[in-house]
């Protein structure tokens, strides 16, 4: 019975170990090929294509100033920036008005009441490019703050590459232990489950797309067919992604650094709160894909940990290779995000974070029988009848 246990931790954590052995070398070869931003010179005047930034906000306004200060503090000859204010019941509509009135690029739209067969945010953001006359539209979020260079470079990289869609990862402002501890590991699981260097290549199924930064030329956002493909689609950010992949148009990922920022939310608990709309609809709103990566999640982050005290000789050999590879992992990933490496340490507590996140996203969910967005209730009949 003994050596039945040993060969059986033996096999499980050899498992584990092959698993981080192969993400290791995805990530370890993936993240140096993504391009930068940094490494693109600032594209002149004479070269500037017009550009139009459109941000959908609902009841923004306590982070809302700061970001459209970026936004018109760009600096980039030809822009507008399109901000529709969708229902909302704070100042966001006051404050778009006043920057209108001290800045001619802002043109603030407003909407009053929501179509039937449309979620919030897609809406917005349809009404948004009905208005815009750029020939290069970039989607972004209120809360997201952008430097001064950043149009300059991220069309000097599509031009220069010939994309024409283009994904920025940007930073994230993170103040809190828990902020720290849930956005690194957040990463290192967008980057294990995304695999974004991918993108870019015409062979793979690979797509992105962040709320943050997107940037799409004008004729190829309307080839896909506009945001009315994604009238319902909880998660229209990714699926932007996924409809330019699809549709044959030229597409990648770079890293756009401090750029691009945003503090996503303020502390563990809202992001736990600001994600029970959308971790479920990730999977499609399927339960067996929830069930598959909350095991996932356990069997990479936590099952080597808890086996430790139990095991020896080639089981322990194994069990250190999944230890080790993902505290590596993470401390890229801290570096990046300009923490300190212990929070590579802390991967287990992310994990445990991401679980409950993706678990109650479900829960409340099918209890509930749908997502409450933007306040409006949609039934989940209709959100799957959505999913692009």
């Known amino acids: ?34 391009l930068s931003l940094r490494d693109f010179s600032p594209l002149p005047d004479s070269q500037c294509p017009p550009v139009s930034i459109l941000v959908a906000a609902r009841d923004e306004a306590a982070k809302l100033p700061a970001a459209l200060s970026t936004f018109l503090a760009l600096d980039y000859p030809r822009f507008e920036v399109i901000a529709v204010d969708d229902r909302s019941v704070d100042a966001t509509g006051t404050i778009l008005q006043n920057a209108a009135r001290s800045d001619p690029r802002m043109k603030p739209l407003r909407i009053d009441s929501l179509p039937s067969g449309w979620l919030g945010k897609p809406h917005a953001l349809q009404r948004a490019y009905e208005h815009a006359t750029g020939e290069w539209l970039v989607f972004t979020d209120a809360d997201v703050h952008f430097a001064p260079d950043l149009l300059r470079r991220a069309l000097a990289l599509a031009q220069q590459r010939g994309w024409k869609h283009l994904t920025l990862l940007g930073s994230a402002k993170m103040f809190t232990w828990g902020e720290k501890v849930a956005m690194t590991f957040f990463s290192l699981g967008f980057l294990m489950g995304i695999r974004p260097w991918r993108v870019s290549d015409s062979r793979s199924c690979v797509y992105a797309g962040v709320g943050a930064f997107q940037l799409i030329e004008r ?170």
């Not at 040993?6 to 140096?32: D, K, M, S, Y």
């Not at 067919?225 to 549709?247: F, P, Q, Y």
């Open 219 to 388: 004729n190829a956002y309307e080839s896909l067919g506009t945001h009315r493909k994604l009238a319902m689609e909880v998660v229209d950010d990714m699926k932007l992604g996924k409809l330019a992949k699809e549709a044959g148009i030229t597409s990648g990922v770079a890293r756009a650094g401090d750029r691009v920022s945003v503090h996503w939310h303020a502390g563990v608990a809202n992001m736990i709160l600001g994600t029970t709309k959308n971790f479920f609809a990730t999977t499609g709103f399927r339960l067996h894909i929830v069930a598959l990566q909350i095991f996932g999640l356990l069997f990479a982050f936590l099952f080597p940990a808890f086996a430790a005290p139990f095991v020896h000789g080639w089981a322990r050999v194994f069990d250190i290779i999944a230890l080790v590879l993902p505290v590596i992992a993470m401390g890229g990933v801290c570096r990046e995000f300009k923490v300190s490496l212990l929070f590579a340490l802390t991967y287990p507590i992310g994990a445990l974070i991401f679980i409950w996140m993706l678990a109650r996203s479900t829960i409340v969910t099918l209890w509930t029988g749908g997502i409450e967005w933007r306040g409006t209730f949609y039934p989940l009949d209709e959100l799957k009848r959505g999913i692009v």
């Open 1 to 34: 019975m003994h050596n039945l246990w040993n060969g059986l931790w033996t096999g499980l954590l050899g498992a584990a170990a092959l698993l981080w052995i192969v993400a290791a070398i995805e990530i370890g070869r993936g993240v140096p090929s993504m």
